[in-house]
T-cell receptor, first 114, second 115 residues
Framework: GENVEQHPSTLSVQEGDSAVIKCTYS??????FPWYKQELGKGPQLIID?????GEKKDQRIAVTLNKTAKHFSLHITETQPEDSAVYFC?????????????FGQGTILTVHP | SAVISQKPSRDICQRGTSLTIQCQVD?????MFWYRQQPGQSLTLIAT?????????ESGFVIDKFPISRPNLTFSTLTVSNMSPEDSSIYLC????????????FGAGTRLSVL
């Protein structure tokens, strides 16, 4: 089955710096890659996603890049703010299925220091 | 997007008892999923709740321990049976399918502690 590896497990940055989180996946049939942000006591919230027919997607301070050949994708957050502090999870759909079954990475605890 | 209501939000239970968690969504969705998130860990899929048929369980999860119902396209329940302290986790409901463009949305979760 699909396996998703996520690095780093913790990331500490100063406010205003950029943060990058990387994930690799194993199933070449996967074609949908969402990123979720989970704040303490809450469920995961989708912040950005990318499908395999594009290489990059941007939404204000957040961007995701995808390299299908290398089977890795990355989350980029620019101009970080303290409210960006949370746990971030990457995911990939298993077997390229269109119905949304996801395999998650291990998570990255991002801390943004004021 | 879909709005998901999950109940209860948290509970403390005695070992050997069972707890049923409810998930209600504000629109008809094709797919409903149940995940477990152990303390400080990632999300692990327990099962896919199928409307009108038995749930599809992932490796390591069985129907006797985690029976699931899905009576219609907006509602599902997950029961955690014969609980032990190892079942202490966050249980999350999510929804997806064509109407959400296959984007998966999550409820706030049920935080379960078993004593």
């Amino acid at each position: 089955g699909e396996n998703v590896e996520q690095h780093p497990s913790t990331l500490s940055v100063q406010e205003g710096d950029s943060a990058v989180i990387k994930c690799t996946y194993s199933d070449s049939a996967s074609n949908y890659f969402p990123w979720y942000k989970q704040e303490l006591g809450k469920g995961p919230q989708l912040i950005i996603d990318i499908r395999s027919n594009v290489g990059e997607k941007k939404d204000q301070r957040i961007a995701v890049t995808l390299n299908k050949t290398a089977k890795h994708f990355s989350l980029h957050i620019t101009e970080t703010q303290p409210e960006d502090s949370a746990v971030y999870f990457c995911a990939a759909n298993a077997g390229g299925t269109s119905y949304g079954k996801l395999t998650f990475g291990q998570g990255t605890i991002l801390t943004v220091h004021p | 997007s879909a709005v998901i209501s999950q109940k209860p939000s948290r509970d403390i239970c005695q070992r050997g008892t069972s707890l049923t968690i409810q998930c209600q969504v504000d629109s008809q969705v094709t797919m409903m999923f149940w995940y477990r998130q152990q303390p400080g860990q990632s999300l692990t899929l327990i099962a896919t709740a199928n409307q009108g048929s038995e749930a599809t369980y992932e490796s390591g999860f069985v129907i006797d321990k985690f029976p699931i119902s899905r009576p219609n396209l907006t509602f599902s329940t997950l029961t955690v049976s014969n609980m032990s302290p190892e079942d202490s986790s966050i249980y999350l409901c999510s929804v997806g399918g064509q109407l959400t463009k296959n984007i998966q949305y999550f409820g706030a979760g049920t935080r379960l502690s078993v004593l």
